[in-house]
């Protein structure tokens, strides 16, 4: 049975983006369905920016959203799907459950402390998503 809505978890590594979108499209195939394009902007752990200004006028937010929204235009049918905060795998977790994913695709990103375990971000979706989640190998 095909997936009504796939979300796929992008950052700005090309190995691990390219590897969940591919797997993400390659889902959606074979029937038509919504394919969210998920990105979450972190705040900069430098003392120094605006945190006072809202979140849609920080510089990295706005970055993030023009990034997003070039790669969306590049999948037929995507949609950019930009959230902002320092956890972004409950971010994540929150948007997928009030959007109502059928399957959360991310990269599994391939450095040695990933290999130890899942990594933090993996972990969490795959302990709390509110629908399966698939684990894309970069490479």
């Known amino acids: 049975m095909p997936y009504d809505h ?7 590594s090309p190995a691990a ?3 969940a979108l591919r797997e993400a499209a390659a889902l959606r195939a074979p029937a038509p369905g919504r394919l969210s394009l ?10 120094g920016y605006a945190r006072w200004e809202p979140p849609s006028r920080q510089t990295f937010v706005v970055e ?28 994540v977790v929150e948007w997928a ?4 994913c059928d399957l959360i695709v991310a990269a599994s990103h391939d450095d040695a402390a990933e290999r130890l375990g899942l990594g933090g971000f993996a972990r969490y979706l795959a302990h709390h998503a509110p629908c399966p989640v698939l684990l894309a190998r970069p490479g």
């Open 17 to 19: 983006g390219e590897a």
């Open 38 to 47: 998920v990105h979450v902007a972190v705040p900069p752990r430098f003392a």
């Open 64 to 91: 993030a959203g023009e990034w997003l929204r070039g790669l969306a235009e590049t999948v037929p049918g995507a949609e950019a799907v930009l959230l902002h905060g320092d956890r972004p795998a409950h971010r």
């Open 97 to 100: 459950r009030d959007a109502g």
């Open 6 to 12: 796939i979300a796929v978890c992008l950052d700005a």
